[in-house]
């Protein structure tokens, strides 16, 4: 019994700094987004898919279309969408894995 609550708590851990890593990577592209419209100097690609990797791929895409930002070169979305996908499958491999 105490086992299942110590995973339980892993497991909310796991979920906040989920939230976290992908909040930030929304905001990442929103502020690229305005320094595309005011002209200022850009964040690098690779941090996108770094933070991707990171699993924050889920803000990166959600920021990627409520921004209209990074949509017309087809490697981003794919790229990302891909994974996002190994993300959510990996993810759920774990959780049933450690099922309890």
Known sequence: MEEKVIMENYFNLIYLALAIINVAAFIMVGIDKRKSVNDSERLPEVNFFLM???????GIFLGMYFFHHKTRKAYFPLGVGFLLIQQVVLLWLVYKIAEF
Request: aromatic share 14%; net charge neutral.
């Open 52 to 58: 991707s990797a990171a699993f924050g791929s889920l």
